[in-house]
């Protein structure tokens, strides 16, 4: 019964951790890693921060049906490639526990 018990609270707090997290936020940082797959369909670039996104793996990665979608793979391929600093945002976890980019500010270090 004590097992069981501490099972569901498991349970539950893992629950809320994932519930908590697909609920979206912000990461404020450089991107240190610019990943394309094109065996996944509908999935654009794929990126790592540093500090750490707080998604799975710390991936954040931008589908094609985003409304900016070139203006925003743009925007993070710059930004990787000049060392800028970069805000991107999600409001929703995909398959694999990646943060779904929404939206992506970048700016020059010294600002």
Do not use: F
């Amino acid at each position: 019964m004590k097992n069981m018990i501490s099972v569901l609270l498991l349970t539950g707090l893992l629950l809320t951790i994932g519930l908590v997290h697909a609920a979206g936020g912000k990461a404020l940082g450089k991107v240190i890693e610019y990943h394309q797959n094109s065996e996944v369909a509908g999935r654009g670039a794929c990126i790592q921060m540093d500090p750490a996104i707080p998604a799975a793996g710390g991936w954040a990665c931008l589908y094609t049906n985003n409304a900016l979608y070139r203006e925003i793979t743009a925007l993070l391929l710059s930004g990787n490639a000049t060392g800028n600093n970069c805000q991107v945002a999600w409001s929703a976890t995909g398959e694999w526990g990646e943060a779904v980019i929404a939206w992506v500010s970048c700016y020059s270090p010294g600002k």
